[in-house]
């Protein structure tokens, strides 16, 4: 795996830029996500990498096609300082693990080896042997997470039919 | 415990006698929104889940703004779908080409907001109806959906800002200087999962107009929402709007706020923001002379009649400079119809600005004025991120209709005081 860092304040325009939005597929938006931030991104980028931020990661824009071009690049998931509030229902809404820990953001370098249990909320810097310790997410929040995103969770509960 | 006036409203919503910052609720929602660019995703979303019908056709907007009239196969295919959708589902509040306008101008020019109601938009800047004492703020597509399907969302109750505005507004400055000024003192996450309550004796002396633009930018310093106290001018702008019976809330006098913050409104200059982030501020004497090539004035920050007028008082019996180009964007079509009327598309067209039909087009980078490599932009919009209005290399001043109408006429960024 390959770890992809970037500073603070990423926000939803360099994510995917506006002028790819009338194109909604996942391929389509896999195919030009970071572009405006990191143009290699799209072509470099595998299954199971893991994409680091500084504080307030998604920042701007609602749009959904943010978190959704990045979990469609195969990203495993986003570690950052914090996420801006909108990006993080999104990811959580549709399923992809994020994980709020400004001590790993800090101790784990581009080149180093990372392991990470969404249940614990432990991210292990292989490399280096460093642990750290994530935000763990709410129950209500988790429960979100475990069914796949919000609408099964809402169906789930048979609130939504 | 004291609670804010966001609190005090998702209490309600969530049917609770009390709600404290970092709870987790569900919510009861009074208006569900989207756009051309976020419906499509929600319809997607909807439909993949196998949902079968609308809570309430009635407390659902969905408005084609953003690509409209569209701009090329692939936006007006997104809008059919939107079409088809509200055309299937009986949406009462469905807005396409003729009657849209941009969403926040549109929603509470139609009285779809109303003091103490919780809305949720797919659009960040769905903050905006704060300034009417609702509480309002931007999701995404799957929460659109969820919204759309079962009338409820999950919010985490936040904690609060307080923003204490005292004195009063100088000549030519106007809301734009003050949400810039603020974003400038606590920075594009300095109130992060939180609200900004606005209040004190300065906010009576601010129009409905400039509260919409502080509102509508209080996700630029990363909030979930921004809200005013219901006045006597919220009450005159509800009048002849809003029919149905609403809720103003107070925030109780104990309530507890993470941090004050105090604006002398007679001590503000115009501000600007430069790129690439909304509180990169400076003052209009730090950042006179810097020059630009495209003035957009209009958006859902800066669309609205007040800042029309704003900048036509300045662009009026003047010239747009040479190798500038200056595109006026009324916000609906009741504000292009009353810019008609007072004579502010004349003095834009005469000034060798062109006026467009409603579309947040440029604002995104979208059409209606994209930018070339290395083009500097003065803007009434509201994001200066790296490649927002065209390649990585344009950048964007953020500013009031005032100092772009200034701006227009000189070719620099320009003090509207020294025109």
């Known amino acids: ?161 | 415990m004291g609670m804010t006036m966001t609190q005090k409203i998702l209490a309600r919503s969530a049917g609770l006698a009390q709600v404290e910052a970092g709870q987790l609720i569900e919510g009861k929602l009074d208006l569900v929104l989207g756009n051309d660019i976020t419906t499509p995703v929600a319809i997607t979303e909807f439909e993949k889940a196998g949902l079968s019908s609308v809570f309430d056709q009635n407390k659902i907007a969905i408005v084609l703004d953003h690509s409209t009239p569209c701009k090329d196969i692939k936006s007006a295919q997104l809008c059919a779908a939107c079409r088809e959708f509200a055309k299937k589902h009986a949406i009462t509040h469905f807005y396409d080409v003729g009657q849209m306008g941009i969403e926040h101008a549109l929603l509470p020019e139609k009285g779809l907001a109303a003091p103490g109601e919780v809305i949720i938009g797919a659009d960040s800047h769905t903050c905006t109806y704060g300034a009417l004492g609702a509480f309002s703020t931007g999701v995404g597509s799957t929460d659109m959906a969820a919204g759309m399907a079962t009338g409820l969302a999950w919010f985490k109750v936040p904690s609060a800002i307080k923003v204490n505005l005292v004195g009063r507004l100088g000549q030519y400055l106007s809301g734009k200087d003050v949400i810039l000024h603020l974003i400038g003192l606590i920075g594009v996450d300095g109130a992060l999962y939180q609200s900004l309550e606005f209040a004190g004796e300065g906010v009576a002396s601010l129009e409905m107009d400039d509260r919409f633009t502080i509102c509508n930018m209080a996700i630029e310093a990363g909030a979930k929402n921004g809200i005013f106290p219901v006045d006597d001018k919220t009450m005159d702008y509800l009048r002849g709007r809003v029919s149905r019976p609403w809720q103003a809330v107070e925030a109780d006098p104990d309530a507890e706020y993470t941090s004050k913050v105090t604006i002398d409104l007679s001590a503000l200059r115009p501000t600007v923001a430069f790129p690439h982030l909304p509180s990169n501020t400076k003052t209009i004497d730090e950042a006179a002379g810097k020059p630009i090539q495209q003035v957009v004035i209009g958006s859902c920050t800066n669309g609205r009649l007040k800042d029309l007028r704003e900048a036509a008082a300045i662009l009026r019996g003047r010239k747009v400079a040479d190798g500038v180009r200056c595109i006026v964007i009324p916000a609906t079509q009741q504000i292009y119809l009353d810019a008609i009327a007072e004579g502010l598309v004349a003095d834009f067209i005469h000034a060798g600005a062109v006026v467009s039909t409603p579309t947040c087009g440029p604002c995104l980078g979208g059409h209606m004025g994209v930018l070339s490599d290395n083009e500097w932009a003065i803007s009434t919009t509201n994001r200066n991120f790296v490649g927002r209005m065209g390649p990585t290399s344009s950048m964007i001043i953020l500013a009031s209709p005032a100092v772009a109408a200034a701006s227009a006429v000189t070719g620099v960024v320009t003090d509207p005081a020294k025109v």
């Not at chain 1, 994510?15 to 470099?44: Q, V």
């Not at chain 1, 292989?126 to 919000?150: C, K, M, S, Y």
Request: charged share 25%.
């Open chain 1, 1 to 161: 795996m390959k770890i992809y860092k970037y500073g603070d304040n990423v926000d939803t325009d360099v994510i995917i830029p506006a002028r790819y939005l009338n194109a909604p597929d996942e391929k389509s938006l896999a195919s030009h996500c970071m572009e405006d931030i990191d143009a290699g991104f799209a072509s470099t980028v595998n299954e199971g990498d893991i994409v680091i931020g500084g504080a307030n990661f998604g920042c701007g824009s609602s749009r959904e096609h943010a978190p959704l071009a990045i979990k469609a690049c195969g990203v495993k998931c986003v570690i950052a300082k914090s996420f801006a509030r909108i990006f993080y229902r999104n990811a959580i809404n549709i399923g992809f693990p994020i994980l709020e820990c400004p001590q790993a953001v800090d101790g784990i370098s581009a080149e180093d080896q990372v392991s990470v249990d969404f249940r614990t909320g432990v991210i292990i810097d292989e490399t280096t042997g460093e642990r750290f310790q994530a935000a763990p997410f709410p129950e209500f929040v988790n429960g979100i997470i475990e069914h796949g995103g919000l609408l099964k969770s809402l169906k789930a509960r048979g609130v939504a039919k």
